[in-house]
């Protein structure tokens, strides 16, 4: 079974619409990151959240980490779709930056 | 900068065939892992190093062999390919952003890897 699990697995929205991407991991997370990939293409870093209620923003897109750093929040504002792709959590797993443990993704569909 | 780069980019083999991807960054990254990517299960890490003549496996090791003789390159073998390996192989490495603390810093990914086995 996943660590770590995303809802909604899929999600379609209408362009300017608000939306949110939820990570909850049944282990205290000790990092939790987000990617974001387009069909074909590598990850794209998001953003990386390590302490609980930590939150952080890039241009509309906001992420929180929960007190107990057990779930992660994606929220996307005002959504366009060049937001559309896949959005990926991971967590960080032992000792090294290199392992992350990846929930199955949320495929994020923005219609004009 | 090249940043992680992966060759090739698609690939056909027949089953029992073997093959190298190739994995190669340029930022000096300590940090280096393959994961390969399936529908409805996610990145799944296969192999991992953390330093040159340095590595160790993940979750799913098993058909697959890595070595890590330079900082800069990593690449995945597959001694006799199955079709359970038909996949889309990722590579990443990464650096601490804080030196004292090796699970910060974010995971560079190259574009990825389309192997088909037959």
């Known amino acids: 079974s996943q660590e770590l699990e995303q809802s909604p697995q899929s999600l379609i929205v209408q362009e300017g619409k608000n939306l949110t991407i939820n990570c909850t991991s049944s282990k205290t997370l000790y990092g939790l990151y987000w990617y974001k990939q387009k069909y074909g293409e590598g990850l794209i870093f998001l953003m990386m959240l390590q302490k609980g209620g930590e939150e952080k923003s890039h241009e509309k897109i906001t992420a929180k980490l929960d007190e107990k750093k057990q779930q992660s929040s994606l929220h996307i504002t005002a959504s366009q779709p060049s937001h559309a792709g896949i959005y990926l959590c991971?967590?960080?797993?032992?000792?090294?930056?290199?392992?992350?443990?990846f929930g199955e993704g949320t495929q994020l569909t923005v219609n004009p | 900068n090249a940043g992680v780069t992966q060759t090739p980019k698609f690939q056909v083999l027949k089953t029992g065939q073997s093959m190298t991807l190739q994995c190669a960054q340029d930022m000096n990254h300590e940090y280096m892992s393959w994961y390969r990517q399936d529908p409805g299960m996610g990145l799944r890490l296969i192999h991992y190093s953390v330093g040159a003549g340095i590595t160790d496996q993940g979750e799913v090791p098993n058909g697959y062999n890595v070595s890590r003789s330079t900082t800069e390159d990593f690449p995945l073998r597959l001694l006799s390919a199955a079709p359970s390996q038909t996949s889309v192989y990722f590579c990443?490495?990464?650096?601490?952003?804080?030196?004292?603390?090796?699970?910060?810093?974010?995971?560079?990914f190259g574009e990825g890897s389309r192997l088909t086995v037959l």
């Open positions: 990443a490495s990464s650096y601490p952003s804080d030196p004292g603390d090796p699970n910060t810093g974010e995971l560079f």
């Open positions: 991971g967590a960080v797993r032992g000792t090294s930056g290199s392992r992350l443990t």
